[in-house]
């Protein structure tokens, strides 16, 4: 018996150790941002177009809909004026947390300063979750709980997991297949001739 567990234990090892030698150092960091590209990158994007409006050009002077959005208690006590909200810090948060939302997903999905843009998106989904619960009045079944045996809260749920995909490049980086490892390899050359 003990033979027959050694031989699983030597095969088990042999053949998860190749597979861990084969991936290292490329395809967690890759598959993180491949399946963050193909579940969120859309989804953030055309959040971020609703803030201008739809067109690009606005990228300046976010909509109402993106004060709405972001501070919407605020919008209702001056009537959806946004010219009765300051720019500091107000309009500059609406007007950061827009750009945020164009170019962090896009930084992550090419691998360009990734664990900054990942540590930033994790903020921006806590930041969006707050504003949900406490701005917009998200309900129960809405935030979900944790270990509630039910998968289906968009808050307490999904957005967990969208955190724990963002930190997989924050904590593991975003390997080889990346703007960083280019930039990174191209800076080390550099280096050797000073």
């Known amino acids: 018996m003990g033979v027959l567990i050694g031989f699983f234990v030597r095969l088990y090892t042999m053949v998860f150790g190749a597979l861990e030698r084969l991936t290292n150092g490329w395809f967690i960091g890759l598959a993180a941002r491949f399946i963050f590209a193909a579940i969120l990158l859309q989804f953030f994007l055309n959040s971020a177009m609703t803030k201008i409006g739809g067109n690009i050009m606005n990228i300046f002077t976010p909509t109402a809909g993106a004060y709405a959005q972001m501070l919407p ?5 001056v009537s959806y004026d946004t010219s009765q909200i300051a720019f500091f810090p107000y309009g500059l948060m609406v007007l950061l947390g827009t750009w945020g939302e164009f170019v962090l997903p896009v930084m992550v999905v090419v691998g360009l300063f990734t664990r900054f843009a990942s540590l930033g998106m994790i ?11 406490y701005g917009h009045g998200a309900d129960a079944k809405t935030i979900g709980a944790l270990f509630d045996g039910e998968p289906y809260a968009i808050i307490a749920d999904d957005r967990l997991l ?13 390997g080889v297949v990346s703007l960083d490892w280019l930039l990174g390899r191209s800076y080390r050359k550099r280096e050797m001739y000073y």
């Open 162 to 174: 969208w955190i724990f995909l963002l930190l997989v490049p924050v904590l593991k980086g975003p």
């Open 123 to 133: 903020v921006f989904i806590c930041v969006m979750t707050y504003v949900d619960i």
């Open 73 to 77: 208690k605020m919008m209702e006590q």
